[in-house]
């Protein structure tokens, strides 16, 4: 198993967390120096805040882990492409590299829909690696979306 491999299985840990919750199983880590610093899974609807995504919940773990907001010996490792919110707040927070499991055709922008992570007029550049665990994070996501349909034809 490679780093990447480790750090990401991880990030489907808090995926997992996420849907025990009923919430979209997204999960998010991050690393430095070899070493998880924080952990972040989805809570929009079990905080009823929009700014409850996996990132977020993350970042603000691991700046108050580092002591600092910006982030940028750190690597990111989320089961899904993030969002537009997300993505500025990990250029926000000087994050050099990010790791996805999957894309999100719908509303990812590191490269799906928009490449926030890499806009040259942005004062910082973000490297991205994408493809890890691809199919099991894709996996978690269709059958989580393949329960929540049916759960809603069978209340009709």
């Known amino acids: 198993m490679t780093e990447e491999e480790k750090y990401m299985k991880e ?3 808090q995926a997992r967390k996420a849907e025990k919750l009923g919430e979209v199983p997204i999960g998010c880590v991050i690393v ?17 805040n929009t700014l409850a995504h996996a990132e977020l919940q993350a970042i603000r773990k691991a ?9 940028e010996e750190c690597t990111m490792y989320i089961t899904l492409e993030p969002c537009q919110m997300c993505a500025g707040a990990i250029v926000q927070a000087r994050i050099p590299r990010v790791v996805i499991g999957c894309r999100n055709p ?25 493809g890890i665990l ?10 989580f979306f393949r329960k929540l349909r049916k759960i809603k034809v069978q209340k009709v």
Request: with cysteine; net charge positive.
């Open 11 to 13: 990030a489907l840990r």
């Open 32 to 48: 430095k120096d070899g070493k998880i610093i924080a952990r972040g899974y989805n809570r929009r609807n079990t905080d009823k």
């Open 63 to 71: 700046s108050k882990a580092v002591g600092d907001w910006r982030l």
């Open 106 to 130: 719908k509303a990812g922008c590191a490269g799906s829909i928009l490449n926030l992570l890499n806009v040259p007029a942005f004062n910082h550049q973000v490297e991205l690696t994408e």
């Open 134 to 143: 691809q199919e099991e994070c894709s996996t978690l996501l269709k059958e």
